[in-house]
C-alpha cells in the first residue's frame, strides 16, 4: 500500500490522499492561509487513533460474542505544547448494546490496545524521506 498526496492547485495549499483506490484531500484552516476545503493533517492523525479504536472494539467484541451494536469515539487533542514535544489526546468512547458493566470494562481496556494507540505511544518510527529525481521539474 502506497500513500500519494498531490497538491490540487499552485495557488493553495489543498492536496488530494490517494490510498488504493480511495481518494480523499487536505488543507489549511483559514487561519493558516488555507481555504479550510478539507481536514488538516493533525485531524488524521487523530481520526485514524478513533477510527483504530472503533474497528478494534467491534472486530473483539465480535470474536467475544459481546453484544456491541456500535461506538462512538471522540477524539480531542491539546497540541498548545507540541512545540516541546507533547502532543495530548483525550478520548471518549461511548458504547451501545445491552452490556454487562464487566463487559463495558473488558472493552474499555481493548480499546487501549488498539495497534494505532500502541503504535502513536509505545512505537520508535523512523521517517526516511528521498528526494524522487522529479523533484525539480515544473
Do not use: W
Not at 521517517?127 to 515544473?138: H, K, M, P, V
Amino acid at each position: 500500500m502506497t500513500v500519494t498526496v498531490n497538491t490540487e492547485s499552485s495557488e493553495g495549499f489543498r492536496h488530494s490522499i490517494q490510498v488504493d483506490d480511495h481518494e480523499f484531500f487536505t488543507d489549511l484552516p483559514k487561519a493558516q492561509g488555507g481555504e479550510g476545503s478539507a481536514p488538516e493533517p493533525h485531524d488524521y492523525f487523530d481520526a485514524a487513533l478513533a477510527g483504530c479504536k472503533a474497528l478494534t472494539l467491534k472486530l473483539y467484541a465480535q470474536k467475544k460474542d459481546i453484544p456491541l451494536t456500535g461506538v462512538t469515539v471522540e477524539v480531542k487533542h491539546d497540541n498548545s505544547q507540541e512545540q516541546k514535544g507533547k502532543y495530548g489526546l483525550q478520548v471518549k468512547l461511548t458504547l451501545k448494546g445491552v452490556l454487562t458493566d464487566a463487559q463495558r470494562e473488558e472493552l474499555h481496556r481493548v480499546a487501549d490496545r488498539c495497534p494505532v494507540h500502541k503504535l502513536m505511544t509505545s512505537s520508535e518510527v523512523s521517517i526516511e524521506t528521498i528526494l524522487s529525481e522529479g523533484a525539480f521539474s515544473q
